[in-house]
């Protein structure tokens, strides 16, 4: 068996491109590099198998902020129009980043040409590079790093096996649009464990996406994340929205939602099923939102909605177990499947939450966006009145598509198009007297079928 080679590199006042490329490419055998103490500058680095990066503590790996610094690194999977990495591999295994550094971008100032107020977003750049996308990789470790201000996706996995998440802190700003913190994309035996995500749009997310050359990077199975914080002004723990492949055995133990918008989310649009999902000892802090982010303080969403009717109806989601959640939320609990029979065997036990008023009003409708009208093929680029592509579209009467009012009122849980909903010990206290536009009715179904309440 080799023996891992280590090699020590300190900082340069140059970028060390070209020399970490090198090294990667032409040495042969298990390699390790340790970037020391100080700031190293860096354009897109091709990853290969057998390859751990250290970066101490005290030492700071900052990316190029310029998208053309990336042309190297080509992914073939294209996000928001998104086609480069920062650090990309494809086919790699035993791949490990560690170490007590940090990871920068400067994505809000570099990737970014303004402020959209009204939204509550920045407007990012048309073209941002994703910081690491690993592709159809093998043994991976991420593990103690800082990483912060990305410019889109932080970390991409897609059609990846064994991976280990520890200890890690993302933070990106909260103004920051498509910056999720963790995507985890047609991935099998995945553990996120001990590490926080700060950012702007969605926490740790799962999706089931296809390439562009129609493949699917497959199913996400066996996923496990335990002992987490999360704080996003999108959902924090979400399944979907890209869902061409099934999601299965899929479990959130022990995390700490904190000053995020949606909580917890099941978002399928695309075909694929999503069936044994837990969530379980999660504490909520949600909060209402700008209209420019998708939710508005919901402790818990699931939906379905057919998103691409010529090709197939959204995938069902089934067996979803909800139980010991608590804290506070501005919106509701929303459960709707756009048919009937869409979402069904949902659990949710022992569910206490205080349901506070928010100051902006946008918690008073339910979202189902992303919805048909939100593909890229069906938005008129360049269209500035038309809203911003996958975020937001403005119908013919200026009114955002996919917002919708509940009926006669915001209740404190709304069910519809649901079979088989199990509700044990939910208890959610609501101001008294009931602020305008909310329903004098805590629990509003409609149709539902096959309902159990036990207190």
């Known amino acids: 068996m080799s023996t891992s080679s280590h090699i020590r590199l300190s900082p340069q006042p140059d970028e060390i491109t070209g020399t970490l490329q090198s090294l990667f490419d032409t040495h042969e055998g298990p390699l390790h590099i340790v970037l020391e103490p100080g700031i190293h500058h860096c354009g897109g680095l091709r990853l290969r198998s057998h390859l751990t990066i250290e970066i101490v503590d005290g030492a700071e790996l900052q990316f190029i902020p310029n998208y053309d610094a990336y042309e190297n690194t080509l992914v073939a999977i294209v996000a928001e129009e998104s086609d480069r990495a920062m650090m990309a591999a494809v086919g790699a295994t035993d791949i490990a980043l560690i170490g007590g550094g940090r990871i920068f971008c400067a994505g809000s100032t570099k990737f970014s040409v303004g402020e959209d107020a009204d939204m509550g977003t920045l407007v990012a750049s048309r073209y941002r590079p994703r910081i690491l996308v690993l592709d159809r990789c093998r043994n991976i470790r991420i593990e103690g790093l800082h990483i912060d201000d990305s410019p889109m996706w932080t970390m991409h996995f897609a059609g990846c096996e064994d991976i280990e998440v520890r200890g890690v802190q993302v933070d990106n700003d909260r103004r920051m649009p498509n910056t999720d913190g963790i995507v985890i994309d047609g991935c099998r035996n995945v553990r996120i464990v001990d590490s926080v ?36 002004r999108s959902c924090a723990l979400k399944l979907g929205t890209e ?3 099934p999601f299965r055995n899929i479990s959130f133990e022990d995390v700490r939602i904190e000053k995020s918008n949606r909580g917890l989310g099941i978002f399928s649009r695309d075909g694929g099923v999503v069936d044994g999902i837990r969530f379980v000892r999660i504490s909520i802090d949600c ?5 420019g982010f998708w939710g508005s303080g919901e402790a818990i969403t699931i939906n379905v909605l057919h998103r691409r009717p010529e090709e197939f109806p959204a995938g069902n989601v089934s067996n979803v177990l909800i139980e010991d959640v608590s804290g506070v939320m501005q919106g509701a609990i929303n459960i709707v499947a756009e048919q009937q029979g869409g979402i069904s065997n949902v659990t949710l036990r022992r569910i206490s939450l205080e349901q506070q008023p928010g100051p902006l009003k946008t918690g008073l409708c339910y979202d189902i966006r992303p919805t048909i009208e939100d593909r890229f093929d069906r938005f008129p ?20 598509i996919g917002l919708v009012t ?34 004098s009715q805590t629990l509003l179904l409609t149709n539902v079928t096959s309902v159990s309440e036990r207190q």
């Open 197 to 232: 995500f700060r950012t702007a749009d969605d926490g740790i997310v799962l999706k089931t996406t296809r390439r562009e050359d129609g493949s699917l990077t497959g199913p996400c199975e066996d996923v496990s994340v335990r002992n987490c914080i999360v704080e996003s």
């Open 243 to 245: 869902s061409f492949s």
């Open 287 to 291: 909060h209402e939102t700008p209209a």
């Open 381 to 400: 680029i360049g269209d500035t009145s038309a809203g911003r592509v996958n975020a937001w579209r403005f119908d013919a009467d200026g009114k955002i």
């Open 406 to 439: 509940y009926p006669n009122g915001m209740p404190g849980l709304f069910a519809s198009g649901v079979i088989d909903l199990v509700m044990e010990d939910i208890e959610i206290a609501r101001p008294n007297p009931l602020p305008e536009g909310w329903n």
